[in-house]
């Protein structure tokens, strides 16, 4: 009930008038007029009427208070039995609040995050907060958390959240958990290829930790394993690796259980490290001058990440003309420095149209092919002469080299043509004028081909009688590719429309050197929206099925979709968040989805810690769940204790909501009437006296 004042005046016409009768008054008591005291009383009505007072009443209902039950389905309550605790302490609570008179409940299910989110952590009171601002204050009641304790978005204050109930966690979780962790401290995010790169990791075996004993550490590139060490526990380690190929790279690091163990998500740890090159060195050697040398040159040298030592054989030994030898070249060239002692830091080695005129030893192309057996690159481009004895396939470099030649020569125009391994092969998939399966290249011709039989290798183009053009192959650890021709060279010239001579040549130098992008057989995962999209190139027209390990361990089998350019793909729901290890048996890639280490798993175990402040601020209590009865439920009033010894209290709600005002006036008129002539003729009277 309030009073509420609506002056019939202007408040400054009203302070004038009683101002006036304060004079009046001021006047009769110098003058001691009788009868002045019911002069002021008639003057006190008349003023009072005027403000117009009047009493408001409220006619209110009162609402039911409001319970928020926050349950925690986050990844660590996935752990051991925390989610039947929490289903079991949620069903408690909704049976003890449906049973309490003006109160109902908020279930709140939060904390789960899915691959199309990037949430770090736990997030509890997001969703809360969403909650409660549908609710006015007055109504809360009360705020219970059933979690393991790992959130990781607590307020501040209880104050932040605009409440003035107990906010009370039920502890899921056993009291005496204990869990190995593995830690990248730091990792870099770039390296060259080739390079020693370091990491630094550290293992601690959770509660306390110490620096006793040693656990085996493996770490992986790309799901293969590359080298493990002996790390100790609770000291931070070092670990080195060479990173293989340009791009990313996943590296996966894998510590063995310990004694103790909540989970083994947090025994792995992931870290993508982005591959870069290095400058490239190509050593390329021409056999003689002619027309496509150049454009090999042009072509090389348009790339700034790329050193090329080029040497041309312009003058053979065997040719007298009567030059002095001190006019032959302006230095000598280093051909024991090349072929010997820094053979091994070149990228790729080209062969032009080369032949044996003695220029070169035995010794040196047997170092070119050992180079190529233990990982290098080799291209040899042939001409002529590689149908005569003085082929380069009669030398030791010949049992590198997949084509071996019959001795015939064609010479007269034909249009180069992908194979039907070919249009599957990344080298020469989708080139440019290249046709299809019913169209033919639109690309210009070529007027020289080689004649060789294939002894191994991929023939990924052909030419004249269809004979290899085009070969790929695998040697060793290194790689070798051979071009039947010496007339590629007339694309880059425009003839009859030209061709992609570069892009083709850039395809086979980057395949040659082991680029990821252009592996025939490749196996390939990735994450964008919640989807996981896998990805298999193949030059096998059958694909195997491919089996998919999910984070929680779970395989599951997937059958892939054929496409065109040898891919064949599938598509699968991300659901959780973590590493995908994708594999069809003979390929394995991985994926990452969310966080690559999560918060909430680098300590998964149960503890009341983080929200005890909050709990405590709030008048709130923290109660684990195992091995203790689930409490009770009791209203009290808000300066009473919010818990007891097995029960916990929800604060009295006075929320209300207001239906009807009633309005009644102080003075009504004819009250005001006649105090006022009552005044009067008692003033009156007095002064007849």
């Known amino acids: 009930m309030t009073v509420q004042w609506a002056p019939l005046l202007p408040l400054w016409l009203i302070g004038g008038l009683a101002a006036v009768a304060l004079l009046l008054l001021a006047l009769a008591l110098w003058r001691r007029a009788a009868g002045i005291w019911w002069r002021a009383g008639a003057f006190a009505v008349l003023l009072a009427a005027l403000a117009n007072p009047s009493v408001i009443e409220e006619q209110r209902d009162p609402l039911s208070d409001v319970v928020f039950v926050v349950a925690d389905e986050s990844t660590s309550q996935q752990i051991e039995n925390r989610g039947s605790q929490t289903e079991q302490a949620v069903a408690h609570l909704l049976q003890q609040i449906g049973a309490l008179e003006d109160t109902e409940v908020r279930l709140i299910r939060a904390g789960e995050v899915t691959g199309a989110l990037d949430v770090e952590g736990t997030h509890l009171f997001g969703p809360l907060r969403q909650a409660l601002a549908k609710v006015p204050r007055q109504r809360v009641s009360a705020i219970i958390l059933v979690s393991d304790g790992q959130i990781h978005d607590l307020p501040e204050s209880v104050e932040s959240l605009g409440i003035e109930a107990p906010v009370h966690l039920l502890l899921t979780g056993r009291p005496d958990e204990g869990d190995r962790r593995l830690t990248v401290v730091r990792a870099p995010s770039f390296g060259i290829v080739g390079d020693q790169l370091s990491l630094t990791l550290r293992v601690d075996d959770l509660p306390g930790g110490g620096t006793s004993g040693r656990a085996r550490v493996v770490l992986r590139q790309d799901g293969v394993a590359k080298q493990g060490i002996d790390a100790r526990i609770g000291v931070e380690e070092q670990m080195t690796f060479e990173l ?60 700034p990440s790329v050193d090329l030592v080029h040497f041309t ?79 380069l396939y009669r030398t030791p470099l010949g049992r590198v080299l997949p084509a071996e030649p019959t001795g015939q020569i064609f010479e007269t125009g034909f249009h180069p043509e992908v194979t039907d391994l070919g249009s599957r092969h990344p080298v020469t998939a989708g080139l440019d004028g290249g046709g299809g399966p019913d169209a033919a290249p639109t690309w210009g011709r070529w007027f020289r081909q080689i004649e060789g039989d294939t002894i191994r290798g991929n023939i990924l183009m052909q030419g004249i009688q269809q004979a290899p053009l085009l070969i790929l192959d695998r040697f060793g650890e290194g790689r070798v590719a051979q071009i039947m021709s010496d007339h590629m060279w007339l694309w880059s010239r425009g003839f009859e429309g030209g061709g992609p001579q570069a892009e083709l040549l850039r395809r086979i130098s980057h395949w040659l050197m082991k680029e990821p992008d252009l592996e025939e057989e490749d196996l390939r995962a990735q994450v964008r929206g919640g ?21 929680s361990g779970e395989t599951r089998r997937v059958t892939l979709t054929p496409a065109d350019s040898g891919r064949s793909s599938a598509t699968i729901a991300a659901e959780a968040n973590g590493l995908y290890r994708i594999t069809d048996g003979t390929l394995t890639t991985l994926a990452a989805v969310g966080p690559l280490n999560p918060l909430e798993l680098r300590d998964p175990r149960s503890s009341g810690a983080l929200a005890e402040p909050l709990v405590d601020a ?50 009504p008129a004819l009250l005001v009437l006649c105090l006022s002539l009552a005044a009067a003729v008692l003033a009156w009277q007095r002064e007849g006296h």
């Open 313 to 391: 054989i312009l003058r053979p030994p065997e040719k007298q003309d009567g030059t002095p030898i001190r006019e032959l070249s302006l230095i000598a060239f280093p051909t024991r420095e090349l072929f010997e002692v820094k053979l091994d830091e070149f990228d790729l080695i080209i062969f032009d149209r080369y032949r044996r005129r003695g220029v070169l030893p035995s010794i040196y192309l047997e170092n070119v092919a050992n180079y190529v057996e233990k990982g290098g690159a080799l291209l040899e481009a042939n001409g002529p002469t590689f149908a005569t004895p003085l082929s």
């Open 244 to 303: 293989e190929h340009r791009g990313p790279a996943v590296l996966e690091i894998e510590v063995q259980p310990g004694p103790q163990e909540l989970t083994l998500a947090n025994n792995r740890a992931a870290v993508v490290v982005n591959g870069v090159r290095d400058r490239l060195r190509v050593l390329l050697v021409s056999g003689e001058p002619h027309a496509g040398e150049r454009a090999w040159r042009n072509i090389l040298k348009s790339d």
């Open 618 to 667: 709030s008048g709130g209590t923290v109660r684990r769940l195992e091995g203790n009865d689930l409490p009770a439920l009791r209203k009290v009033a808000a300066d009473r204790d919010r818990f007891g010894r097995d029960w916990i209290g929800l604060k009295r709600g006075g929320g209300y909501v207001v239906t009807g005002v009633l309005q009644i006036p102080v003075l």
């Open 531 to 551: 989807q996981l999209t896998i990805t298999r190139r193949s030059l096998a027209v059958a694909q195997p099925e491919i089996t998919v390990t999910l984070p």
